[in-house]
């Protein structure tokens, strides 16, 4: 028997501090466990809990609830941010998460740079700030994980992403200028979730900054730096920060390991066991594949998911975004495998 | 050939690989100045250029943004050229390629410069664009007669349209008219034989070798 509360375990591994077993969570945002299925059995539904707190707090309760991951993830999507900079989105349906319908400004250098202390007290922060800190008093034993989108990632919804990466090298100064502004909106709404009995941490997803579409020099100008911009605003709230980074990362493993986080989350092709052995001073966070998930037995996902305890992640999760279509009953397999584990020997 | 144009066309080759815009636009004025041929130029100079910029992106020495600026620079060079082009030597059917990004999914880099490249390879793109709905696909496919049906991917939760393409094609009875071919991040072979499509490239480059190969298949049998 275990003697932590969800909150506990998860947060004395993102403290480095021993735990009985793997905690097993989806922290939101991109990596979102609203399917189709639950909101089917609960009528608490998407696209209406993207834009009011109270819904999307009884969302991810039924996700907390049903699913059996050991967090609560909030938002569902990754556009609040973009919207909110001034980029169109449609907020989707049922079925499908909410995209940018279009990119507000053609260039790095045309972006219009607006007021961040007035722009996160308003539009769909709000809502994610609200539905923190009513989670939050509804279950104190469980942790809140709040899920903001990467300042590269942000900053390519807001800029024709072709004309982006282009410029990340043509004009680096208006990119760090425009990456400063998009870095200091991301962080003040963390101040937000974590400001009062809010988000118990903070995650990110970067997924326009992978190694692979930028390079290693790119990669550390522009997405280590202001990740860690971030990861040092968060920490001095005195929260842990969770980083995911998609895409193969081999050509900027030593970058990647720079990131200050207190977990650092991969896609499915990449071994954490042997980036582990490279690096013992990284928390590793995954990485059952999605696809998996979506397709496989739920007997093929337990064993998955064994596998990935056996080889010592320290925080079992999936790999990427989750189809909505996903069954409840193989993200169940995955959580109660972790559940059911042998405890991890005491050192 | 002069010495003199295959020292231009190596310079703008080397121009394009640089990812030099400014100067590659010069080295196209030259060329015309110098009434060298311009679809040598453009064969031999700026689309040359471009191949060793993709097989430094294969090499993993090049990547998003460097393979981008070498192709702006390259269609800035044929822009100058092409007015320069005779009608007749670009007149022969180019294989036809119905390109974009499914719906759901509004992230374009990779359908980009898969159709950079297939445009490089002497193919005719034709780019749908993002968020396009599979019967999209095939109806573009159909008024164009397309060889070939590309559909990109970035996200797990919209891969599903791509099977549909497939389906669509298989209702309508037109399957074996048209190659589909599937790319992006979460998308493996091991999905794209699931879904019944004709292949898959983890790469860009890659997706032009197998535009080739499926396209000299179809014209073989």
């Known amino acids: ?31 979102n466990a609203a399917i189709v299925e639950i909101m089917k059995k609960t009528g608490h539904t998407l ?67 607006r007021d961040i202390d007035q722009l ?23 942790p809140i994980v709040a899920s903001l989108t990467g300042p590269v990632s942000t900053a ?40 009062g009995q809010g988000a118990s941490a903070i995650a990110i997803g970067d997924p326009s900054a992978t190694g692979e579409l930028l390079g290693p020099k790119i990669f550390e100008e522009y997405a280590v730096r202001y990740i860690n911009k971030l990861a040092d605003r968060v920490h001095a709230k005195g929260a842990p920060f969770i980083v995911h980074i998609c895409g193969d990362v081999k050509r900027v493993k030593p970058q990647l390991v720079s990131i200050r986080a207190d977990a650092l989350s991969t896609d499915a092709m990449i071994s954490l066991p042997a980036l582990k052995a490279e690096y013992p001073h990284i928390t590793t966070m995954g990485n059952l594949s999605t696809f998996a998930l979506q397709w496989n037995q739920a007997e093929k996902i337990a064993k998955m998911t064994r596998n990935l305890v056996a080889d010592g992640i320290d925080i079992i999760s999936p790999a990427c975004g989750l189809s909505t279509s996903t069954h409840l009953e193989s993200i169940q397999a995955m959580t109660r495998t972790v559940k059911e584990a042998a405890p991890v020997p005491q050192p | 050939m002069t010495i003199q144009a295959e020292q231009l066309h190596e310079q703008l080759a080397t121009a394009v690989v640089e990812l030099d815009e400014d100067r590659t636009k010069e080295l196209a004025h030259q ?59 670009s007149a022969e059917r180019k294989s036809k390629v119905v390109i974009g990004v499914i719906e759901g999914d509004t992230h374009d880099i990779g359908k980009n410069l898969v159709r950079i490249m297939l445009d490089v390879g002497g193919f005719e793109v034709i780019d749908l664009g993002r968020d ?60 794209a034989t699931k879904i019944g499509a004709d292949g898959y490239a983890s790469r860009a480059p890659a997706a032009v070798v197998l535009a080739k190969k499926l396209v000299s298949e179809k014209a073989a049998a």
Not at chain 2, 37 to 49: R, S
Not at chain 2, 68 to 86: F, N, Q
Not at chain 2, 169 to 177: A, F, K, N
């Open chain 2, 31 to 89: 060329a015309v100045d110098f009434g060298l041929d311009a679809w040598q130029a453009v064969e031999l100079g700026l689309v040359a250029g471009m191949d060793r910029a993709g097989k430094l992106f294969d090499q993993e020495e090049y990547f998003i943004p460097e393979l981008l600026l070498a192709s702006d620079a390259m269609y800035a060079g044929l822009e100058i050229l092409r007015p320069h082009i005779p009608i007749d030597t």
């Open chain 2, 132 to 191: 396009v709905p599979p019967q999209t696909f095939v109806d573009k496919a159909k008024e164009i007669d397309a060889d070939i049906i590309a559909i990109a991917s970035l996200m797990t939760t919209t891969m599903d349209g791509m099977a549909e393409v497939v389906r669509i094609l298989e209702r309508e009875g037109i399957r074996e008219r048209v190659k589909v071919i599937v790319g992006g991040a979460p998308v493996s072979q091991g999905f």
């Open chain 1, 120 to 142: 996160v007290h308003s539009g769909r922060i709000n809502v994610v700030v609200d539905a923190a800190h009513e989670l939050a008093r509804r279950r104190p034993d469980v």
């Open chain 1, 156 to 195: 390519a919804s807001i800029v024709d992403p072709l004309t982006f990466y282009k410029e990340l090298r043509k004009h680096p100064a208006d990119a760090h200028r425009v990456l400063e502004y998009v870095t200091d909106l991301l962080a003040a709404f963390a101040d937000r979730l974590l400001d």
């Open chain 1, 47 to 113: 696209p209406e809990a993207h834009l009011d707190a109270q819904r999307m707090a009884d969302l991810a309760l039924d996700i907390h609830e049903y699913t059996g991951f050991e967090n609560i993830g909030i938002p569902f999507c990754m556009t609040v941010e973009a919207e909110l900079l001034g980029s169109p989105v449609d907020h989707g349906t049922l079925e499908c998460e909410p995209k940018i319908a279009s990119e507000i400004f053609p260039s790095l250098t045309q972006v219009e740079f």
């Open chain 1, 1 to 31: 028997m275990s003697n932590y509360t969800e909150k506990e375990r998860l947060l004395r591994v993102l403290h480095k501090e021993s735990v009985d077993r793997p905690p097993v969570i989806c922290t939101g945002g991109m990596m």
